[in-house]
């Protein structure tokens, strides 16, 4: 990762942490206030994104919103590679044929379309900011096992790993000192890659009226009630989209900086 | 392995993982909360009497037990019978021979166009400058990041209401076909741009390339011979899962450009608690994956013998 | 000078990005003569040769490019594109990268006829065949149909050389054709260019050895820094050598050169005469009817050996030989089928992990590419913590003293400590992997082709090196080698792999004079030697 | 068609009619599962068999219900016997004829439990038999007087279809309905469209002396199915569809300048209103009750919302339901009273937040939001009294369901507050609205009552006014039993139940429409 890169995305991620933790700073006021008489007001001075058709002042909401867009795509992909973790490990390291199982399962996993996967976990927990998280990471998992389980297979039989066996190491040094540590670093270049994706995900689900409630400042149900006024506010949905896309380039781009291939996903 | 050898396990673990999805479609209906018997019934908001559903259940086999349920719904999936819709009254098989060509078309069309798009976006950044080549991989990214639902309505405004070049709606025509294709396909493009970018760089970077070059070989000819297939191993491997991410973006687009589609049944099927209709839409993605997977494996076995099975 | 001049170049400069890599040389390569450019790792002698092509990469400025009697400066791509591979062809350095491993190598060759010729589809599968078989591949028809990963290293240098063939060209650049062969394929590819000089062509070879291209060549131009420091004919330089550097070059071969006398002009001053301790007891390592199989293939059939303490056992063998898996089980790393190993009188496999752990400091390993074997998140002082304290920390801190012992004892400055093993030179990473190696103070250390990625001055530092530590510490080594020469300097005693079986074991020097086997005579009439 | 004029802002007036050419039709609601508007029976279909089927009643310009499949009607004077004469020369368009016997075998298929009907199964609920007296004369059995019968029976959900076609299986049924429409079912392509071809052997019913023909002009009706709001719009300004429905307050708001047409045609029945569930805590006070209606401000927000194609309501009916009773008075905003009420209540404390808590419980409403029921202005109008009410201490949960979680969480009472459209023709909506009777549920959970009003005396007035054969009597009747229902404070109206339609420039004739105020495209003609 060259120098510059690495300072542009500790900005960048500064930038969200600071939106996501404090967004205060950046838009002192409050997202869920409405005033009727303000409503779609062209972005301008006043309102630098314009308002909604509540009179809500949509910077301040897509400000506020990074907390929501972003905590849903970190948990969620924290909860799917969690469980790919796990199941790509014990896959790897297990014998044969308890690896082929957990293979045919991850397999069948993949093979359900990703929404449908999500909207059957909707359908069971009723739409809302949990169940996405759920859904989105549920969804995500098969894909990072697969790829943990190759990962840690590769190292398994790495020259690295039988140098330490002919240095005398034990199987749990190898593990803690090596096999771990070297499959942890090509992941987080994948989560950072995934949290983008899990973005969009989690948005596409508000959407489609299965995640945030609005008038929670979340980027896709800011989205979907923009849609509706497309013709007529088109800023509405102009710059949550925006924010989306932001989100999702950075975390790409800080990816690929940290040496994340799309390959991967 | 020989190629029987390899259809043979193909086709042993595509059934292997059709039963698995099968089974997990089962369980997860089971999951969901609320009577199927209402859902039979026309919903929730029905008048249906206490007999009435009494009825509906005993003939869906409702009322048997939870794995005498399972087992008459495998044999039915073994006989090829996905049942009778409960929101539309039609056989499921039916239903989805109705809707299916439209998804297919779509799909089928959109990964046409994401490759076609990668495969020049790709080409031309290894011709073009390090500025014009980093602006390129920016826009993949983008691309890659933009939601297809976004997108659509921005590609409605601007095609359909502003300029009037393209129709919003599915007519019928090609022309209608345009911008849903579009919606779908740009995303994917992004994605395999990157991926072909990468590997193509690598490719045309290495000795085997510089060999050809020593041969006398022209750029072009290089990307023809050489270049293509090597952008290509990495992308036809995400085939799989970009066809499956293709339908799961239809239900977005099917909905925004209000197409008929598997997409839309499904997410109807979804809300209308339609259990048969939703299995049968899983199974079938299901099945549509493992096929298009296996195809993309053949390629990848054509192109590239020697390669390792994964 | 009777002999035309087909390229002739003057005042040659290539820079990257301003740092210049090739610095005003010139050189001729005449029809019928071997013109040998020698020199270290990095001096610039594959970007002379891809300047020749207009392939260089970087900026070029020449005083004179002539091919062919035609001035080819400011040639523009199309132009060039009618010279390469046409009138000029070359054999790359990297055989094993040098093929797209997606296409048949038929394919790969006749791209160059039909880019150039006039031949139709069949007349191009013939000249392909033909081509093929004066190269010496087996089955050409059936390999013309395999793609690179299906064959032998042997076999890809072999497609590589007819590619550039295929084309009749005038002059054949062979840039290290030869490095990663083994003696017999060696010969085998020398023999190829000989015809091609034997037939009027030009020839530019490119080495870091001397002694392979003292057979061939017939004018020398000795690189160092991206100058050429010495030119002329080849019984002069190799004779009468002007330039320093070009006799530490030809002092680095170790052929010929007596056990323990240094290679390297650094290990010049004669070592205290200090003769290796002498250990009693057990042999350090010995094996017993060592057998392995993969499938039908027996990779490893009965192979017994004994390493005494203090000396070291040559391995020799071709590629494919069985010479890796037999290392692999001395280590512990694959399970015998049959047979066993033991250190220092001890059983050491077949044994479970836990019953040997023991053992194991006493049994250290060096590999062909030290890079894999490193952990890549450790820089150089954490892989020496590492392997000092056992495992239990990578902090250099507590080992501070002990680390800069093993650095030096490995001749290399504590000023690298911080840095990652990626960015170390060829020679320093297998330093490093040797003083990580000599770190739990072993007995036995099994060397599984230690210096063929290097060149010869390099080389010859590396084993001078090795030297040196078992002199001081009366280590053991199983040397495994695929270069007679280098085994023929380093070894007490030789054994003679082929197909899986040691065929001939023995003295190192009765062996090298008076070999008892027809495989040993073979290999040893091919081996290239400068004395 | 019928001939119920809504306030249509046409310019068709004086446009030479023509005949021919094919109208599409593109409808916002989901496409329904059955084309027989018996099956269920939702306004979604109500709009598309308006064009196929005909009922026996119908209403005129003034409100008034006329007869329409039927000629006369006469009821006995214990009112248990309704006799109903059919007009002459009728035909299905499977060529049956239209006689008594279709009368008996619809209420039957209503009555069927596997039918699963729900309006019109309400809608007969007090026909016990139907006796073909003469070929055209039915005589319908009632188990009490029901002066709404014929309301009930001016409604889409209880046309008549063939009985010839009824015997058919459901499945077939519901792909094609026969009736006696300016339409016929030509074919059904799933997800795609209905097409609707005409009717050549239509007969219209009442004569009409502007029209010559009396078939359709238009060849046909390409009715299509584009859920999102933005495309329909979108595909109606290019051009690709004819008309829409359900157009949103902002796009009906320049329609005009866009050079389109609008139909605004309000549905019958109850207004738009929400109702507050006063069968439990905290609104089984009247107080709280109140509280939340002077909190929230639906003045400002209706007209921002709904760019004043919406006018406020203050009545629990339509306001094409002429014995609708409105008192503004009680619905003015008033924060201060509504603080002053919730204190008096015992909700004195507030919490971190601001929200008001009695003995450690926080005063939180659960507000179930129906996506498919209400419109998104509708939905941001819940946003903003969820803002409003905030500001005195309520704490107001919206959630947004889809129409099977949403029913399942009314039949749980996971309720305070809902919002619930329902249509029905005439005030005897009031009876299924808030008559005790109502909150027993069905067997599917289901109950009308959302309000949980249970009041002896509403159910008396109630009962009585839909036996009073009196006018003034019945009028009086539902003016108390409305009171009683706003003086409580259950219901916070709204406004109508929006039903707009806009039409491109070359699309004329779009004004009649049924006794729900569906539009029937039987006038209506293409620019060719
Ligand atoms: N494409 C390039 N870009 C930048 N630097 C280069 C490039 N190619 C070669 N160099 C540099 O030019 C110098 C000479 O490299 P060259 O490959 O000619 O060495 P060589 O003598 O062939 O060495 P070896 O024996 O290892 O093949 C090296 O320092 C190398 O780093
Ligand atoms: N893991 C394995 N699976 C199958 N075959 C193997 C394996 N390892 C080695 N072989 C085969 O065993 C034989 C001996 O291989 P080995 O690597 O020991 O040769 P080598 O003498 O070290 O050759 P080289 O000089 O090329 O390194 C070869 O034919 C090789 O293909
Ligand atoms: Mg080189
Ligand atoms: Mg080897």
Same mark, same amino acid.
């Not at chain 1, 005398?168 to 499959?183: E, M, Q, T, Y």
């Not at chain 3, 009468?240 to 006398?261: E, I, M, N």
């Not at chain 3, 090795?466 to 040397?479: A, K, M």
């Given at each position: 990762?060259?120098?510059?890169?690495?300072?542009?995305?500790?900005?960048?991620?500064?930038?969200?942490?600071?939106?996501?933790?404090?967004?205060?700073?950046?838009?002192?006021?409050?997202?869920?206030?409405?005033?009727?008489?303000?409503?779609?007001?062209?972005?301008?001075?006043?309102?630098?994104?314009?308002?909604?058709?509540?009179?809500?002042?949509?910077?301040?909401?897509?400000?506020?919103?990074?907390?929501?867009?972003?905590?849903?795509?970190?948990?969620?992909?924290?909860?799917?590679?969690?469980?790919?973790?796990?199941?790509?490990?014990?896959?790897?390291?297990?014998?044969?044929?308890?690896?082929?199982?957990?293979?045919?399962?991850?397999?069948?996993?993949?093979?359900?379309?990703?929404?449908?996967?999500?909207?059957?976990?909707?359908?069971?927990?009723?739409?809302?900011?949990?169940?996405?998280?759920?859904?989105?990471?549920?969804?995500?998992?098969?894909?990072?096992?697969?790829?943990?389980?190759?990962?840690?297979?590769?190292?398994?039989?790495?020259?690295?790993?039988?140098?330490?066996?002919?240095?005398?190491?034990?199987?749990?040094?190898?593990?803690?000192?090596?096999?771990?540590?070297?499959?942890?670093?090509?992941?987080?270049?994948?989560?950072?890659?995934?949290?983008?994706?899990?973005?969009?995900?989690?948005?596409?689900?508000?959407?489609?009226?299965?995640?945030?409630?609005?008038?929670?400042?979340?980027?896709?149900?800011?989205?979907?009630?923009?849609?509706?006024?497309?013709?007529?506010?088109?800023?509405?949905?102009?710059?949550?989209?925006?924010?989306?896309?932001?989100?999702?380039?950075?975390?790409?781009?800080?990816?690929?900086?940290?040496?994340?291939?799309?390959?991967?996903? | 392995?020989?190629?029987?050898?390899?259809?043979?396990?193909?086709?042993?673990?595509?059934?292997?993982?059709?039963?698995?999805?099968?089974?997990?479609?089962?369980?997860?209906?089971?999951?969901?909360?609320?009577?199927?018997?209402?859902?039979?019934?026309?919903?929730?908001?029905?008048?249906?009497?206490?007999?009435?559903?009494?009825?509906?259940?005993?003939?869906?086999?409702?009322?048997?037990?939870? $794995?005498?349920?399972?087992?008459?719904?495998?044999?039915?999936?073994?006989?090829?019978? $996905?049942?009778?819709?409960?929101?539309?009254?039609?056989?499921?098989?039916?239903?989805?021979?109705?809707?299916?060509?439209?998804?297919?078309?779509?799909?089928?069309?959109?990964?046409?166009?994401?490759?076609?798009?990668?495969?020049?976006?790709?080409?031309?950044?290894?011709? &073009?400058?390090?500025?014009?080549?980093?602006?390129? &991989?920016?826009?993949?990214?983008?691309?890659?990041?933009?939601?297809? $639902?976004?997108?659509?309505?921005?590609?409605?405004?601007?095609?359909?209401?502003?300029?009037?070049?393209?129709?919003?709606?599915?007519?019928?025509?090609?022309?209608?076909?345009?911008?849903?294709?579009?919606?779908?396909?740009?995303?994917?493009?992004?994605?395999?741009?990157?991926?072909?970018?990468?590997?193509?760089?690598?490719?045309?970077?290495?000795?085997?390339?510089?060999?050809?070059?020593?041969?006398?070989?022209?750029?072009?000819?290089?990307?023809?011979?050489?270049?293509?297939?090597?952008?290509?191993?990495?992308?036809?491997?995400?085939?799989?899962?970009?066809?499956?991410?293709?339908?799961?973006?239809?239900?977005?687009?099917?909905?925004? $450009?209000?197409?008929?589609?598997?997409?839309?049944?499904?997410?109807?099927?979804?809300?209308?608690?339609?259990?048969?209709?939703?299995?049968?839409?899983?199974?079938?993605?299901?099945?549509?994956?493992?096929?298009?997977?296996?195809?993309?494996?053949?390629?990848?076995?054509?192109?590239?013998?020697?390669?390792?099975?994964? | 000078?009777?002999?035309?001049?087909?390229?002739?170049?003057?005042?040659?400069?290539?820079?990257?990005?301003?740092?210049?890599?090739?610095?005003?040389?010139?050189?001729?390569?005449?029809?019928?003569?071997?013109?040998?450019?020698?020199?270290?790792?990095?001096?610039?002698?594959?970007?002379?040769?891809?300047?020749?092509?207009?392939?260089?990469?970087?900026?070029?400025?020449?005083?004179?490019?002539?091919?062919?009697?035609?001035?080819?400066?400011?040639?523009?791509?199309?132009?060039?594109?009618?010279?390469?591979?046409?009138?000029?062809?070359?054999?790359?350095?990297?055989?094993?990268?040098?093929?797209?491993?997606?296409?048949?190598?038929?394919?790969?060759? *006749?791209?160059?006829?039909?880019?150039?010729?006039?031949?139709?589809?069949?007349?191009?599968?013939?000249?392909?065949?033909?081509?093929?078989?004066?190269?010496?591949?087996?089955?050409?028809?059936?390999?013309?149909?395999?793609?690179?990963?299906?064959?032998?290293?042997?076999?890809?240098?072999?497609?590589?050389?007819?590619?550039?063939?295929?084309?009749?060209?005038?002059?054949?650049?062979?840039?290290?054709?030869?490095?990663?062969?083994?003696?017999? =394929?060696?010969?085998?590819?020398?023999?190829?260019?000989?015809?091609?000089?034997?037939?009027?062509?030009?020839?530019?070879?490119?080495?870091?050895?001397?002694?392979?291209?003292?057979?061939?060549?017939?004018?020398?131009?000795?690189?160092?820094?991206?100058?050429?420091?010495?030119?002329?004919?080849?019984?002069?330089?190799?004779?009468?050598?002007?330039?320093?550097?070009?006799?530490?070059?030809?002092?680095?071969?170790?052929?010929?050169?007596?056990?323990? *006398?240094?290679?390297?002009?650094?290990?010049?001053?004669?070592?205290?005469?200090?003769?290796?301790?002498?250990?009693?007891?057990?042999?350090?390592?010995?094996?017993?009817?060592?057998?392995?199989?993969? +499938?039908?293939?027996?990779?490893?059939?009965?192979?017994?050996?004994?390493?005494?303490?203090?000396?070291?056992?040559?391995?020799?063998?071709?590629?494919?030989?069985?010479?890796?898996?037999?290392?692999?089980?001395?280590?512990?790393?694959?399970?015998?089928?049959?047979?066993?190993?033991?250190?220092?009188?001890?059983?050491?496999?077949?044994?479970?992990?836990?019953?040997?752990?023991?053992?194991?400091?006493?049994?250290?390993?060096?590999?062909?590419?030290?890079?894999?074997?490193?952990?890549?998140?450790?820089?150089?002082?954490?892989?020496?913590?590492?392997?000092?304290?056992?495992?239990?920390?990578?902090?250099?801190?507590?080992?501070?003293?002990?680390?800069?012992?093993?650095?030096?004892?490995?001749?290399?400055?504590?000023? =690298?400590?911080?840095?990652?093993?990626?960015?170390?030179?060829?020679?320093?990473?297998?330093?490093?992997?040797? *003083?990580?190696?000599?770190?739990?103070?072993?007995?036995?250390?099994?060397?599984?082709?230690?210096?063929?990625?290097?060149?010869?001055?390099?080389?010859?530092?590396?084993?001078?090196?090795?030297?040196?530590?078992?002199?001081?510490?009366?280590?053991?080594?199983?040397?495994?080698?695929?270069?007679?020469?280098?085994?023929?300097?380093?070894?007490?005693?030789?054994?003679?792999?082929?197909? +899986?079986?040691?065929?001939?074991?023995?003295?190192?020097?009765?062996?090298?004079?008076?070999?008892?086997?027809?495989?040993?005579?073979?290999?040893?009439?091919?081996?290239?030697?400068?004395? | 068609?019928?001939?119920?004029?809504?306030?249509?802002?046409?310019?068709?007036?004086?446009?030479?009619?023509?005949?021919?050419?094919?109208?599409?039709?593109?409808?916002?609601?989901?496409?329904?599962?059955?084309?027989?508007?018996?099956?269920?029976?939702?306004?979604?279909?109500?709009?598309?068999?308006?064009?196929?089927?005909?009922?026996?009643?119908?209403?005129?310009?003034?409100?008034?219900?006329?007869?329409?499949?039927?000629?006369?009607?006469?009821?006995?004077?214990?009112?248990?016997?309704?006799?109903?004469?059919?007009?002459?020369?009728?035909?299905?368009?499977?060529?049956?004829?239209?006689?008594?016997?279709?009368?008996?075998?619809?209420?039957?298929?209503?009555?069927?439990?596997?039918?699963?009907?729900?309006?019109? /199964?309400?809608?007969?609920?007090?026909?016990?038999?139907?006796?073909?007296?003469?070929?055209?004369?039915?005589?319908?059995?009632?188990?009490?007087?029901?002066?709404?019968?014929?309301?009930?029976?001016?409604?889409?959900?209880?046309?008549?279809?063939?009985?010839?076609?009824?015997?058919?299986?459901?499945?077939?049924?519901?792909?094609?309905?026969?009736?006696?429409?300016?339409?016929?079912?030509?074919?059904?392509?799933?997800?795609?469209?209905?097409?609707?071809?005409?009717?050549?052997?239509?007969?219209?019913?009442?004569?009409?002396?502007?029209?010559?023909?009396?078939?359709? /002009?238009?060849?046909?009706?390409?009715?299509?199915?584009?859920?999102?709001?933005?495309?329909? /719009?979108?595909?109606?300004?290019?051009?690709?569809?004819?008309?829409?429905?359900?157009?949103?307050?902002?796009?009906?708001?320049?329609?005009?300048?866009?050079?389109?047409?609008?139909?605004?045609?309000?549905?019958?029945?109850?207004?738009?209103?929400?109702?507050?569930?006063?069968?439990?805590?905290?609104?089984?006070?009247?107080?709280?009750?109140?509280?939340?209606?002077?909190?929230?401000?639906?003045?400002?927000?209706?007209?921002?919302?709904?760019?004043?194609?919406?006018?406020?309501?203050?009545?629990?009916?339509?306001?094409?339901?002429?014995?609708?009773?409105?008192?503004?008075?009680?619905?003015?905003?008033?924060?201060?009273?509504?603080?002053?009420?919730?204190?008096?209540?015992?909700?004195?404390?507030?919490?971190?937040?601001?929200?008001?808590?009695?003995?450690?419980?926080?005063?939180?409403?659960?507000?179930?939001?129906?996506?498919?029921?209400?419109?998104?202005?509708?939905?941001?109008?819940?946003?903003?009294?969820?803002?409003?009410?905030?500001?005195?201490?309520?704490?107001?949960?919206?959630?947004?369901?889809?129409?099977?979680?949403?029913?399942?969480?009314?039949?749980?009472?996971?309720?305070?507050?809902?919002?619930?459209?329902?249509?029905?023709?005439?005030?005897?909506?009031?009876?299924?609205?808030?008559?005790?009777?109502?909150?027993?549920?069905?067997?599917?959970?289901?109950?009308?009552?959302?309000?949980?009003?249970?009041?002896?005396?509403?159910?008396?007035?109630?009962?009585?006014?839909?036996?009073?054969?009196?006018?003034?009597?019945?009028?009086?009747?539902?003016?108390?039993?409305?009171?009683?229902?706003?003086?409580?404070?259950?219901?916070?109206?709204? /406004?109508?139940?929006?039903?707009?339609?806009?039409?491109?420039?070359?699309?004329?004739?779009?004004?009649?429409?049924?006794?729900?105020?569906?539009?029937?495209?039987?006038?209506?003609?293409?620019?060719?």
């Amino acid at each position: 990762m060259s120098r510059t890169a690495k300072i542009l995305s500790a900005i960048v991620i500064g930038l969200w942490l600071l939106m996501a933790l404090a967004p205060s700073v950046l838009a002192p006021g409050d997202p869920l206030a409405i005033n009727p008489v303000q409503a779609f007001q062209k972005p301008g001075a006043a309102h630098f994104f314009g308002t909604d058709e509540s009179g809500r002042d949509i910077y301040t909401r897509v400000i506020h919103g990074a907390s929501d867009s972003l905590s849903i795509g970190l948990a969620a992909t924290a909860l799917g590679m969690g469980l790919a973790i796990i199941l790509g490990t014990v896959a790897a390291l297990s014998p044969r044929w308890i690896d082929d199982i957990i293979l045919r399962v991850l397999e069948a996993l993949y093979a359900i379309p990703s929404l449908l996967m999500a909207l059957l976990i909707i359908a069971f927990t009723g739409p809302g900011v949990g169940p996405a998280i759920v859904a989105v990471g549920l969804s995500t998992a098969p894909g990072y096992a697969r790829l943990v389980r190759s990962q840690i297979r590769s190292l398994k039989n790495s020259e690295m790993l039988e140098a330490a066996t002919v240095l005398g190491r034990g199987s749990w040094l190898k593990v803690r000192n090596h096999l771990v540590p070297n499959a942890l670093k090509p992941l987080l270049a994948l989560v950072t890659l995934g949290i983008g994706q899990a973005v969009i995900w989690a948005a596409a689900l508000s959407f489609l009226g299965l995640g945030a409630a609005p008038p929670a400042p979340e980027w896709g149900a800011m989205l979907s009630a923009g849609r509706t006024y497309l013709h007529l506010a088109w800023w509405m949905s102009l710059f949550p989209g925006l924010a989306i896309v932001a989100v999702a380039v950075s975390a790409t781009l800080i990816g690929r900086a940290l040496g994340g291939k799309v390959k991967s996903l | 392995m020989g190629t029987v050898a390899w259809a043979g396990r193909k086709i042993g673990g595509a059934l292997v993982v059709l039963w698995l999805v099968a089974t997990a479609i089962f369980i997860a209906i089971r999951l969901i909360p609320g009577d199927p018997a209402e859902a039979i019934m026309g919903g929730p908001g029905s008048q249906a009497s206490a007999e009435a559903l009494a009825a509906a259940r005993a003939e869906y086999a409702l009322d048997q037990p939870l $794995f005498a349920q399972y087992l008459l719904y495998l044999g039915k999936l073994l006989a090829l019978d $996905f049942g009778t819709s409960y929101s539309l009254k039609q056989p499921v098989a039916q239903v989805m021979g109705e809707v299916l060509p439209n998804t297919l078309w779509l799909s089928l069309l959109a990964l046409a166009a994401a490759w076609l798009m990668a495969l020049c976006f790709a080409a031309a950044a290894t011709r &073009s400058s390090r500025f014009a080549s980093q602006l390129g &991989s920016l826009m993949e990214i983008i691309a890659a990041a933009v939601p297809h $639902f976004w997108l659509g309505a921005v590609l409605i405004m601007l095609f359909s209401s502003a300029l009037g070049w393209l129709p919003a709606v599915d007519n019928g025509s090609a022309q209608g076909l345009v911008l849903p294709v579009l919606t779908l396909a740009l995303p994917l493009a992004g994605f395999l741009t990157q991926l072909m970018r990468d590997s193509l760089g690598e490719a045309m970077g290495s000795q085997f390339a510089l060999a050809a070059r020593a041969r006398g070989e022209s750029r072009l000819k290089l990307f023809w011979r050489h270049g293509l297939r090597h952008a290509a191993l990495p992308a036809l491997g995400l085939t799989g899962w970009a066809f499956s991410s293709l339908l799961s973006g239809a239900v977005v687009v099917e909905a925004i $450009f209000a197409r008929p589609g598997l997409g839309r049944s499904l997410l109807s099927a979804v809300l209308a608690r339609d259990i048969p209709m939703v299995t049968g839409i899983a199974l079938f993605s299901a099945l549509v994956y493992i096929v298009v997977m296996a195809l993309a494996e053949g390629l990848e076995r054509l192109i590239n013998p020697a390669g390792g099975q994964r | 000078m009777s002999e035309q001049e087909l390229i002739t170049v003057k005042d040659l400069s290539v820079s990257f990005n301003g740092a210049p890599a090739v610095k005003n040389i010139s050189l001729a390569i005449r029809a019928g003569r071997v013109l040998a450019l020698v020199g270290e790792s990095g001096s610039g002698k594959s970007v002379t040769a891809r300047s020749l092509l207009g392939l260089s990469g970087g900026s070029v400025s020449a005083g004179e490019l002539t091919i062919c009697g035609r001035d080819a400066l400011g040639l523009d791509d199309r132009a060039w594109q009618k010279i390469r591979g046409n009138s000029i062809s070359m054999i790359l350095q990297d055989a094993l990268m040098a093929l797209d491993p997606l296409r048949p190598v038929g394919r790969e060759i *006749a791209d160059g006829l039909k880019d150039h010729g006039s031949l139709s589809k069949p007349e191009r599968e013939q000249r392909v065949h033909e081509v093929l078989t004066s190269v010496g591949m087996p089955e050409p028809g059936l390999r013309a149909k395999q793609r690179s990963p299906e064959l032998s290293g042997g076999m890809r240098q072999r497609a590589l050389i007819a590619q550039a063939l295929a084309g009749n060209p005038q002059v054949v650049i062979a840039d290290e054709a030869t490095t990663a062969l083994d003696s017999a =394929l060696t010969a085998l590819v020398l023999s190829q260019l000989r015809k091609l000089k034997e037939q009027g062509r030009g020839v530019l070879m490119i080495s870091h050895d001397l002694a392979q291209v003292a057979h061939l060549a017939d004018d020398i131009a000795v690189m160092r820094h991206g100058e050429i420091v010495e030119a002329g004919p080849a019984e002069q330089v190799l004779n009468h050598p002007q330039h320093d550097y070009t006799r530490k070059l030809l002092q680095a071969v170790p052929s010929g050169v007596p056990r323990f *006398a240094p290679l390297s002009a650094a290990g010049a001053v004669p070592p205290p005469v200090l003769a290796p301790k002498i250990i009693a007891g057990p042999p350090a390592l010995s094996a017993n009817n060592l057998s392995k199989s993969f +499938g039908k293939h027996a990779a490893v059939d009965a192979v017994s050996f004994e390493l005494p303490r203090g000396k070291t056992l040559g391995i020799v063998g071709e590629s494919g030989s069985g010479k890796t898996t037999t290392a692999r089980m001395v280590l512990g790393l694959q399970k015998p089928d049959s047979g066993t190993v033991d250190l220092l009188g001890e059983r050491f496999a077949p044994l479970a992990e836990g019953q040997r752990r023991k053992l194991r400091e006493q049994m250290g390993a060096i590999y062909q590419n030290p890079l894999g074997s490193f952990d890549p998140r450790y820089s150089v002082g954490q892989l020496l913590a590492d392997a000092l304290s056992g495992g239990k920390t990578k902090r250099t801190a507590g080992y501070r003293n002990e680390v800069a012992g093993l650095l030096e004892q490995v001749e290399l400055s504590t000023s =690298l400590l911080p840095r990652s093993p990626r960015e170390l030179s060829g020679g320093q990473r297998q330093r490093l992997a040797i *003083a990580r190696a000599l770190a739990p103070r072993p007995s036995v250390l099994v060397l599984d082709e230690p210096v063929s990625a290097l060149d010869v001055s390099i080389q010859a530092t590396v084993l001078d090196l090795l030297d040196r530590i078992q002199r001081e510490t009366g280590t053991s080594y199983l040397f495994i080698s695929h270069d007679l020469s280098v085994i023929e300097h380093m070894s007490d005693t030789v054994a003679v792999m082929h197909q +899986g079986k040691i065929i001939e074991q023995g003295d190192t020097a009765s062996i090298f004079a008076s070999p008892q086997q027809e495989y040993t005579r073979m290999l040893l009439s091919a081996m290239p030697r400068l004395r | 068609g019928c001939s119920t004029t809504g306030s249509s802002d046409s310019t068709a007036q004086g446009k030479e009619p023509v005949t021919g050419g094919t109208m599409v039709y593109a409808s916002g609601d989901a496409e329904p599962s059955c084309l027989d508007p018996h099956v269920g029976g939702n306004y979604p279909q109500a709009l598309v068999a308006s064009q196929y089927l005909e009922s026996l009643f119908t209403k005129d310009a003034n409100g008034e219900i006329i007869p329409w499949l039927a000629e006369s009607t006469e009821v006995s004077k214990d009112g248990l016997t309704r006799t109903i004469k059919l007009r002459e020369g009728i035909k299905f368009t499977d060529g049956t004829k239209l006689t008594a016997n279709a009368i008996k075998a619809n209420v039957k298929h209503l009555k069927d439990p596997n039918t699963a009907s729900s309006t019109g /199964y309400l809608a007969v609920g007090k026909v016990v038999s139907v006796e073909a007296k003469d070929e055209l004369t039915a005589v319908l059995k009632l188990s009490a007087p029901d002066n709404a019968l014929l309301e009930s029976l001016a409604m889409p959900w209880t046309a008549i279809e063939s009985p010839k076609a009824l015997e058919r299986d459901q499945a077939t049924n519901c792909a094609a309905p026969v009736g006696t429409g300016p339409f016929k079912v030509e074919s059904w392509e799933h997800q795609k469209a209905v097409n609707l071809v005409r009717n050549d052997g239509y007969v219209l019913p009442v004569a009409d002396e502007k029209r010559t023909s009396s078939t359709a /002009y238009l060849d046909g009706i390409t009715w299509r199915f584009i859920p999102e709001a933005a495309t329909r /719009y979108a595909a109606l300004q290019s051009g690709e569809v004819d008309v829409i429905d359900n157009a949103q307050p902002d796009t009906i708001a320049s329609a005009s300048d866009a050079g389109l047409g609008h139909l605004d045609a309000p549905r019958p029945g109850a207004s738009n209103r929400i109702e507050l569930n006063s069968s439990k805590a905290p609104f089984d006070d009247q107080r709280v009750r109140e509280a939340f209606i002077r909190a929230v401000d639906a003045n400002t927000g209706v007209s921002a919302l709904f760019f004043g194609t919406a006018k406020r309501s203050n009545s629990l009916l339509s306001s094409v339901e002429p014995l609708g009773y409105s008192d503004e008075s009680l619905f003015t905003t008033d924060t201060a009273k509504a603080n002053q009420l919730l204190d008096d209540a015992g909700w004195s404390e507030r919490d971190a937040q601001g929200y008001r808590v009695k003995n450690d419980k926080r005063l939180s409403l659960a507000f179930p939001v129906s996506t498919n029921q209400s419109v998104p202005a509708e939905q941001s109008l819940f946003e903003q009294f969820q803002a409003q009410a905030k500001a005195v201490g309520f704490e107001v949960k919206i959630d947004l369901l889809d129409l099977s979680s949403w029913y399942g969480a009314l039949a749980k009472h996971e309720y305070n507050l809902v919002s619930a459209p329902y249509t029905k023709v005439g005030p005897s909506v009031l009876r299924v609205l808030y008559h005790s009777d109502s909150t027993v549920p069905a067997p599917s959970g289901y109950f009308a009552n959302n309000a949980q009003v249970k009041n002896k005396k509403l159910d008396q007035l109630l009962n009585k006014a839909e036996e009073t054969e009196d006018g003034a009597q019945r009028a009086s009747l539902y003016e108390q039993a409305q009171k009683i229902v706003l003086e409580g404070y259950y219901v916070l109206p709204l /406004y109508d139940q929006q039903n707009h339609f806009l039409y491109g420039k070359n699309v004329h004739g779009v004004e009649t429409t049924t006794a729900v105020s569906s539009p029937i495209y039987f006038d209506t003609f293409l620019d060719q």
